[in-house]
């Protein structure tokens, strides 16, 4: 069983646009570490349920129409099918956790990366 026990050392950021190391993966379930440079976003995109947690940053995330500043420590649950976006004021860096993740469209928004790789 994979263990991160600082996910500090996991974290990437890319000059190319959102990184996303992939922590887990299976059919019921995804686990991303994310990390933006500032100005980055993830664009508004409808997906499956899932929750975001912010270790560190700042910066905006919209659920549907709602804008929600975020900051280290905030956490997120968004609901199956609502629109979210994600944009970074600072370097920003959260964990998501994805149900169903093959329903998910957002894919080509981000750089998959892969602990060790």
């Known amino acids: 069983m994979p263990n991160y026990p600082d996910w500090r050392q996991t974290v ?14 299976s059919v019921e379930l995804k686990v991303v570490l994310v990390g933006l440079e500032p100005g980055q976003q993830l664009p508004a995109h409808p997906a499956p349920a899932a929750s975001f947690h912010f270790l560190d940053g700042t910066g905006t995330m919209t659920v549907d129409e709602e804008r929600l500043d975020v900051h280290p420590g905030c956490t997120v649950v968004v609901p199956s099918g609502a629109r979210r976006g994600v944009i970074a004021d600072t370097p920003l860096a959260f964990l998501g956790t994805l149900g169903n993740p093959a329903a998910d469209t957002a894919d080509a928004a ?7 790789a």
Request: some cysteine; overall charge neutral.
């Open 12 to 25: 990437c950021y890319s000059p190319d646009g959102p990184a996303a190391t992939v922590l887990h993966e």
């Open 110 to 116: 981000v750089t998959r990366i892969r602990p060790g």
